[in-house]
């Protein structure tokens, strides 16, 4: 059924979504892979006790349910395999970990995810690892930033406050050439709609907490590396001691069933709050890779096929409190950091940057366009502008 390419016809997308990870050897009769609570796994006998004597051995190493969602995360994102980790963060830690040694020399993308930026300056530089940041637009001037040392670039593209786009065809190539891997942040596009091994890198991680989640009630992260990087990733996971609970691996599952069509409404309904707000005299610009006036369109039609709910807006001339005052009028759009859900939220952003400067005429806010209905959200919108309309 669900295995492979049974008539030898490639997959849909929507078809992997719903049958990704359900291989008869996993579920059995059942649609759904059971929800294994495991520690201890029992041998038939000593023989079998020995290394690769029978699949599954301990809670931690894996179970029919982590096979079932590392299997599907593998088949989306076109990997030579997948490891689960508790967190987005998790996940960018362990591939870090998995490719990066004392003396290394790291590139890091200037507009990442800022706990990333947090784990290269405390954790990597403490175990001797040296961190240069760089401008996510820069392309093959990468390859200038190269050293001997150079072994990882990372990635996240668009950046998930400023949404810039970074084109990996391009990292890629200055990466391999210089004998480092690259490392990209999934999380805004997801394997649905952007395919970041196939352009080259080399892991491809997500943020499974954001769109895979769906429902704003899991942390989970996952790893997908290319052959060129698989076995080191499996090998650091292992000894890291990293696993992920049964409950939250199902979570995983069953919010990926529906990605596809969530993402679809995310990004029409995104689309058109931003075009909204861009017609919207108080926005000086809206950050969304979709608009065609945004600096990344080029690159974000060539290389994605969709666009998520999460884009960013400035405010043309606006004081920081008139920010805050439009942020708690929004009524349906929450506050809260995260993304991904069925819900609506709104950030003020703060950024943190050292290789570039970011230029605004006015405070960033963030957005995440949810599930609820378009004209609803942009009501909530304008009604937030009427009542900030005569601050300074
Ligand atoms: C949220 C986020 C992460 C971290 O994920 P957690 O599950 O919150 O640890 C990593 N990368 C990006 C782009 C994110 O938005």
């Known amino acids: ?83 689960l980790c508790p967190s987005g963060l998790s996940a960018i830690s362990t591939a870090l970990f998995a490719v990066l040694g004392s003396g290394d020399h790291l590139l890091m993308a200037d507009n990442v995810y800022d706990p990333a930026r947090t784990f290269a300056d405390t954790v990597l530089s403490r175990f001797g690892v040296e961190t240069t940041f760089f401008d996510p637009q820069i392309g093959g001037g990468i390859a200038a930033l190269m050293r001997d040392t150079t072994r990882a670039v990372y990635v996240e593209t668009p950046g998930s406050l400023t949404f810039e786009l970074t084109d990996i065809p391009a990292m890629a190539a200055a990466a391999h050439d210089n004998g480092a891997l690259l490392i990209a942040d999934n999380t805004w596009a997801t394997p649905f709609y952007c395919k970041p091994l196939a352009l080259g890198a080399d892991i491809s991680l997500l943020a499974a907490t954001k769109y895979i989640g769906g429902h704003s009630d899991l942390m989970l992260g996952t790893v997908s590396a290319a052959p060129s990087a698989y076995a080191r990733l499996r090998s650091t996971y292992l000894a890291l001691g990293l696993c992920v609970g049964p409950d939250d691996i199902f979570l995983g599952l069953r919010g990926l069933r529906t990605l596809g069509v969530r993402l679809n409404h995310h990004m029409r309904s995104g689309l058109a709050v931003a075009r909204h707000l861009d017609g919207r005299p108080e926005v000086a610009r809206v950050l969304h890779p979709g608009l065609s006036g945004h600096p990344g369109h080029a690159l974000w039609q060539r290389d994605m096929t969709g666009a998520s709910g999460l884009f960013g807006v400035v405010m043309d001339g606006w004081s920081q409190d008139k920010a805050t005052a439009f942020l708690e009028a929004l009524q349906i759009f929450g506050l809260g950091y995260s993304w991904g859900g069925f819900e609506s939220l709104a950030i003020p952003a703060r950024l943190r940057r050292s290789a570039t400067d970011w230029q605004a005429t006015g405070p960033l806010i963030r957005l995440h366009v949810g599930l609820e209905d378009t004209e609803d959200l942009i009501a909530d919108l304008d009604a937030a502008f009427e009542r900030v309309g005569n601050l300074a």
């Open 1 to 83: 059924m669900a295995d492979g390419n049974d008539n030898g016809r490639e997959k849909r997308p929507l078809t992997r979504l719903a049958q990704g990870g359900r291989s008869r050897s996993i579920t059995g009769a059942f649609v759904n892979p059971p929800v294994v609570h495991a520690s201890t796994v029992l041998f038939p006998d000593v023989e079998t006790m020995r290394p690769g004597g029978q699949p599954y051995t301990y809670g931690r190493t894996g179970t029919p349910t982590t096979e079932a969602l590392e299997s599907a995360m593998t088949e989306l994102e076109g990997a030579a395999g997948t490891v």
